[in-house]
């Protein structure tokens, strides 16, 4: 049996997902580089800011 820990041991970045809560559709995708922190989610203002294992920040919403 093999197991796949890239994602775990951060070599193979992460996944967000965006869907729409009434319907399930999914409305966008990101590729991130590094996967994020537990609990590293926060919203603010309307944004989404997702802490990534590297250390980094991003931020996900409209202009």
Do not use: Q, W
Not at 20 to 45: M, S
Request: glycine fraction near 14%; charge should be negative; aromatic fraction near 10%.
């Amino acid at each position: 049996m093999r197991i796949l820990v890239g994602a775990f041991e951060s070599r193979k970045g992460g996944l967000l997902a965006v869907f729409d809560a009434a319907t399930g559709t999914k409305l966008a995708e990101h590729e991130l580089p590094f996967p994020p922190v537990f609990n590293g989610i926060a919203l603010a203002g309307g944004k989404l800011y997702l802490a990534e294992e590297d250390g980094s920040v991003s931020c996900f919403g409209s202009r």
